[in-house]
């Protein structure tokens, strides 16, 4: 069992919850209304320009060159490619870069990626992963659950196929090795239930951001 198993184990329902949210099942589906996908896509937008920082953090908490160009990797995946394919994804969508460019945070947004910048500057390079890892290990599981029922002319399919295409699930294959070196080098005893409390926590915020897509925004009026 490596770390990744261990964490989504003693996680336990806050892991379910986040990969079988259902706004998860919707999206596997095609039952996922058009405006829930669209509100989720705005403020993914913006959690990948703080999780392009936490990146640059974990650059910064490394210790060694391996671990920093580990970071580095990431960091320049984030802003030379997955944020160039969101707004194209965006686009197909109705969603313009300058409606992207106006948008503001939902406190979703901003409590799940101020946790994790939190993690990395409060602990170590372990702390700050582990707070990382529901994203990067739980995105490639919950499109590699989805693909088999995605057809060609699935609504979802740009989202699902880009998570569970090989490119992809290398990448998170490579981020849970990495996960598991750092915790042979740095996990004691003692850290374990602190470091299992920064997984759940992620994954209840993850949760929380699928549920802010199915949420009617406030009115106004
Ligand atoms: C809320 C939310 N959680 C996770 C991801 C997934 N994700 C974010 S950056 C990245 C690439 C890592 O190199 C991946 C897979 C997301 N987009 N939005």
């Known amino acids: 069992m490596d770390l ?3 964490l989504t184990a003693t996680a336990g329902s806050h892991w379910t919850g986040y990969i079988d949210h259902e706004f998860v099942r919707r999206m596997g589906d095609g039952s996922l209304p058009a405006p829930a996908f669209r509100r989720y896509l705005e403020q993914d937008y913006l959690f990948l320009i703080q999780f392009a920082r936490a990146n640059a953090l974990a650059v910064y908490k490394s210790r060694t060159l391996d671990d920093m160009r580990a970071a580095h990797t990431a960091l320049g995946a984030i802003l030379d490619v997955e944020l160039s394919l969101h707004v194209r994804l965006c686009a197909g969508w109705g969603l313009s870069s300058a409606a992207l460019e106006a948008a ?3 406190p979703a947004t901003l409590a799940y990626t101020r946790y994790v910048l939190d993690c990395g500057q409060g602990g170590d390079l372990l702390d700050l992963h582990v707070a990382l890892a529901p994203c990067v290990i739980g995105y490639a599981v919950i499109a590699r659950r989805l693909a088999p029922s995605c057809g060609a002319s699935h609504p979802y399919r740009d989202w699902i196929m880009e998570y569970a295409g090989d490119a992809y699930q290398s990448v998170a294959m490579r981020a849970r090795a990495h996960l598991d070196r750092l915790a042979q080098r740095h996990l004691t005893q ?7 409390k920064i997984f759940a926590t992620a994954c209840r915020l993850e949760s929380d951001f699928w549920q802010m897509g199915l949420d009617e925004p406030a009115s106004h009026a």
Do not use: N
């Open 190 to 196: 003692e850290r374990a239930g602190e470091l299992e």
């Open 104 to 106: 503001e945070e939902h």
């Open 4 to 6: 990744f198993d261990h």
